[in-house]
């Protein structure tokens, strides 16, 4: 078994404004290297917001958290965010007015990594279009794109910088049957060959079906089915 890659115990949520209401109730969840996990559930449930608190975008109001072993503080969430962790949203975040390279090479650039041709991220920029099948867009503008080359360079962004735990928020909300499917064999494949742990939100429960577990969250709390 690959090691610990996410580590959540006893995680709880409330939202006091508009209305007291209780999200998440405490919620524990173990991934590791080369696992993925889907979770469903009903709308307003909570999904999002334990994504976002999981990959440390906001805060839970108690439990612990640890991300490769590393216990999350307000110290270091800024490293353990740059440095383990890739997000995929449903709606791309994409900079259109720059082309697909150049986004895929973003995070590098905040990172301050060197981006030149025959540099370490502009190499691993190129293997990541080759392997999100965009090699031959990639200087198109990403307005130009089609929804399914979107949310690919989305992909190829989120894993040049090699992170550790990608989460996924609906990466294919906006996409049709087959193009979806796409989407999610490209992230399943690469957790799985490259050891990194996959936390997927979805609706679609054939999607789910490909991930090594799946969780519902209801009620404030996640039930294996
Ligand atoms: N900042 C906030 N303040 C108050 N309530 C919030 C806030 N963010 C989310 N909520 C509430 O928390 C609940 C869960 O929201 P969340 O977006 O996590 O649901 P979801 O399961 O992702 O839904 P969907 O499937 O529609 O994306 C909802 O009732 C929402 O209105
Ligand atoms: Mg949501």
Redesign the pocket.
Known sequence: MNSVIIEAKKIV?K?????D?E?LSGVDLTVHGGESVAIM????????????ILGTLEESDSGDLSIAGIPVTPANTTTIRRNRLAFVF?SYHLLEDYTVLENVLMPAKIARLPTHEGSESHKRALELLEMTGLTHRANFHTKLLSGGEKQRTAIARALCNDPDLILA??PSGNLDEETAAIIHDLLLTFAKNKGKALIL?T?HLPLAEMCDRKFN?HSGLLHQF
Do not use: A, N
């Open positions: 949520k939202f006091t404004r508009p209305l209401v999200v559930g009903r709308s307003g449930e909570g999904k999002s917001t334990l994504l976002q449903q928020d609906e939100v609706h969250l």
